[in-house]
């Protein structure tokens, strides 16, 4: 019964956001308030229903109700609870319901802090977001209902795929898609200005918070992607260039690209139409990104979703989207008036710069994504566009931009002293030639660009670090006064600190994987095998069941210097019901580096095939993306861009100078 | 959407081969660290993006125990690509090779940003020059609204290097 509620409720809630997207459009061409109101209690209509779906959905799988079809084919009744609600989006019906939930809820949030924004603002963005909203419930109800009944009902599901019986499908998904879709209220707001003719530093304030939103949680779905394939995969690899995380990387890329160009916008009134134009292609990339992930069209083998119609239906939702919103521009952006000029040595002379590098990137990454699919159609011929491209041009071009980053940082608005931001960081640029002379004395061999990129990350780091630490005893304050000075800054300012702290952080940790080492190996009970410093001995096979799986795991004693340090169980586990095998790394985290275990099934004569590596550092990359994303958040916190706040703000930032 | 990549590799997997194995790998380790260099080259056939080297697919196992077999029989690293090219396509190459056809691939980081750049300094000339003259009026005007306390510069806190940067110019 809930279920077909959930339906029912599915269906409404594409009639509310159609309703959200006439009647306020309709209003605020009429001046109409009664109208424009119209879109907040829609927006809020359409997060009701629309999670109402999703509960009931939800409710479905946590209770195993094997006679709707969707939970009969992904999920097993034997599974961990956590699991089977997880197991909703594992698939590909319910993850365009998670998607649509998300879109609701910026919705949502639009309509409910929104009461600052100008009102002919907030009702055409929100009608732009039910044109959204009603584009892919009306998607979901025609191609991909996830509310079908079988009949009879199976006694047993055919149980989630076991890679995606895993903590991480329960985390991944919705970070990164709160990020993909966050994205798309900043389009809200851009097609809304277009609309309008009409933009200025307030809409760059208006929309930080939601980029900000956006930004920061798709930092974490990518980084936390790229951790649940490093501990899944059983060797380590954490990123591939594969096209379904380019395909998220894209908008990341974009959208930092954003979140740095309207920063302009809201300080120097500068790169109006730029802005609005990357606005525009950020949330592009999340639709691209879904096509080709939804579609299929990239993996002919092995399509997640292979109906074609599906992919018409999205790639129809996509064109319509992009085409429309860049005609919009097209039309529009001319009446946006430029501000003034500024001067190549200043901090918004380098976000330029900055936004040359990320938006180059960008297309890169999008050019060798589409590339083999573009040239097959063409010739015929089938090449494959590898992390060997995508490190020498995407890869050079970011490395370029770090570089950069702590120069920019430094640099002052409108006429920045580059001699001055040099001494500043003299300290940072010392200590980076420092670790890039340890490191070149100390190795032997491996890659070149390792210690490069590690004496990068160090000097980012430090450039962080010396931008603040400057600050605070500019003028020969002492050291009281500093920290008085430090704790009055703007959270914002903190937030950018912090942010570009964690990009030198995860820098570090890239290079570092040149720095490790591996020892693939078959293990004998009592034998130790070394890797890095340390040393590895198998003790005993253990033969276990988990709730819907058997397991064989191996207990290895993992010592340094005679030491014993801890103790690792690497597993593999079979999966009865889709007769499935899966392996469990043996993982230890040691001084922000691991020991990583992986082992196969064991051999006739008694021996482990195993692959064991010391990895120096590697958490680092993960730490880093959550400092960028904590920074967001920081900066999110800054009283002075909360929406609707914007005079206590003002009286908020006097005392902070007083 | 890793989910989906997992969810893909998984149908590989169904028959439990892992990446190298000890069994696989050769005694000479030379040798060896040769195949292992080739196969990171390498695309697993069946896989997205991965390496054979990395790969868990049984294909990928194949390629690798064909890549040893002709390393023995003493074949350099060359020949034993232009073996594996001749019989799969530049498919199996992660690295795509600088033809023709991939010319525009391999040119498009560096004409984007040759073209990036020239936008940005054409549009940095086209701006009328009055401006110039107009910001150092702004910057005093600024200047006083900051010490009347009435205006604050948002990102740089310390007002005290605000008036200081101009002053040091003048």
């Not at chain 1, 002919?300 to 992009?322: C, K, N, Y």
């Not at chain 1, 020969?476 to 914002?492: D, E, M, Q």
């Not at chain 2, 940005?120 to 005007?141: D, Q």
Request: charged fraction near 15%; glycine fraction near 10%; include cysteine.
């Amino acid at each position: 019964m809930i279920v077909e509620a959930g339906h029912y409720a599915l269906a409404l809630a594409l009639a509310i956001s159609l309703l959200q997207t006439i009647v306020p459009f309709w209003g605020a061409r009429r001046n109409d308030a009664t109208l424009m109101r119209v879109a907040d209690s829609a927006a809020l209509g359409q997060l009701l229903f629309v999670g109402f779906a999703f509960f009931a959905l939800a409710y479905a799988h946590m209770t195993s109700d094997f006679s709707v079809l969707n939970v009969a084919e992904n999920s097993h009744s034997a599974m961990p609870l956590i699991y089977k609600f997880s197991g909703l989006w594992g698939n590909h019906e319910g993850s365009m319901l998670l998607w649509s939930f998300i879109l609701a809820l910026f919705g949502g949030l639009v309509a409910v802090t929104g009461g600052g924004l100008p009102r002919k603002l907030r009702a055409d963005a929100l009608a732009v977001q039910g044109l959204i909203g009603a584009a892919f419930l009306g998607f979901i109800l025609a191609t991909s209902d996830p509310f079908l009944r079988l009949n009879p009902a199976p006694f047993e599901g055919q149980d989630l795929n076991p890679i995606l019986q895993d903590p991480g499908l329960a985390i991944h998904p919705p970070l990164l898609y709160i990020g993909y879709v966050g994205f798309s209220i900043v389009f809200s707001f851009a097609a809304a200005a277009l609309i309008e003719g009409r933009i200025d530093a307030a809409w760059a304030r208006f929309v930080r918070p939601y980029t900000l939103v956006a930004w920061g949680f798709l930092t974490l779905g990518i980084a936390m992607g790229s951790y649940w394939a490093y501990y899944t995969l059983g060797w380590g690899g954490f990123w591939f260039w594969d096209p379904v995380e380019n395909a998220s990387l894209m908008p990341w890329l974009a959208g930092t690209a954003f979140l740095h160009s309207v920063a302009v916008m809201e300080k120097r009134e500068g790169l109006k139409v730029w802005t609005i134009f990357l606005a525009i292609l950020a949330f592009s990339f999340s639709l691209l990104g879904t096509f080709l992930v939804r579609s299929g069209v990239l993996t002919s083998v092995h399509a997640f979703a292979s109906d074609p119609t599906r992919g018409v239906v999205i790639l129809a939702i996509l064109a319509g989207f992009v085409a429309g919103s860049l005609a919009l521009f097209a039309w529009r952006a001319p009446l946006l008036k430029q501000g003034g000029m500024f001067a190549p040595i200043s901090r918004e002379g380098a976000l330029v710069v900055n936004n040359l590098f990320l938006t180059t990137a960008c297309a890169t990454v999008l050019v060798g994504t589409l590339y083999p699919l573009a040239l097959e159609q063409v010739t015929g011929a089938k090449i494959t566009v590898g992390a060997p491209f995508f490190n020498a041009s995407a890869g050079v071009l970011l490395l370029s931009v770090t570089f950069l980053t702590p120069f920019g940082f430094s640099l002052a608005w409108k006429r920045g002293d580059l001699l001055g931001v040099a001494q500043r960081l003299s300290v940072a640029l010392i200590g980076g030639v420092v670790v890039l002379a340890f490191l070149l004395a100390t190795l032997h061999g491996g890659p070149v660009l390792a210690p490069i990129a590690a004496s990068l990350g160090v000097f980012v780091m430090l450039g962080s670090i010396a931008e603040v630490v400057s600050r605070a005893f500019r003028g020969g304050a002492g050291v009281s006064s500093a920290l008085y000075r430090a704790l009055r800054w703007p959270l914002s300012f903190w937030g950018g600190a912090l942010a570009h702290f964690g990009v030198g952080v995860t820098l570090l940790g890239l290079a570092a994987t040149g720095f490790g080492a591996e020892t693939i190996v078959a293990m004998r009970p009592g034998q130790p095998v070394e890797v890095g410093p340390y040393r590895v001995v198998y003790e005993q096979l253990l033969n276990r069941a988990g709730p819907n799986y058997q397991e064989t795991a191996a207990r290895m004693k993992i010592s340094r210097d005679g030491a014993e340090v801890t103790t690792l169980e690497p597993a593999r586990r079979n999966f009865g019901a889709r007769r499935m095998a899966t392996s469990q790394a043996g993982i230890a985290t040691l001084n922000f580096g691991q020991v990583y275990i992986s082992i196969s099934d064991p051999a006739e004569d008694g021996s482990l095939p195993a692959r064991l590596y010391w990895k120096p550092l590697v958490t680092l990359i993960w730490l880093g993306a959550l400092a960028m994303a904590f920074g967001g958040a920081l900066s999110l916190a800054d009283r002075r861009l909360r929406v609707g706040a914007p005079v206590r703000a003002r009286s908020g930032a006097k005392a902070a100078a007083a | 959407m890793r989910p989906l990549r997992l969810a893909l590799l998984a149908l590989v997997i169904a028959a439990p081969a892992l990446a190298v194995q000890p069994s696989e790998m050769l005694k000479d380790p030379a040798q060896e660290a040769r195949a292992r260099e080739l196969s990171a080259q390498l695309r697993c056939l069946v896989c997205q993006n991965e390496s054979i080297d990395d790969s868990d697919a049984d294909l990928a196992k194949d390629i690798r125990l064909l890549i040893r077999e002709r390393i023995t029989k003493g074949e350099s690293n060359a020949e034993v690509r232009d073996f594996l090219v001749s019989r799969y396509g530049d498919f199996i190459l992660l690295k795509p090779p600088f033809k023709l056809s991939t010319a525009l691939l391999w040119f498009s980081a560096p004409l984007t940003f040759l073209l990036g750049g020239l936008a940005i300094w054409f549009a940095s000339r086209r701006r009328p020059a009055p401006t110039a003259a107009l910001s150092e009026k702004e910057e005093r005007l600024l200047l006083m609204l900051q010490e009347a306390g009435a205006v604050v510069p948002p990102t740089s806190p310390p007002p005290a290097s605000r008036r200081r940067s101009p002053s040091s110019r003048r």
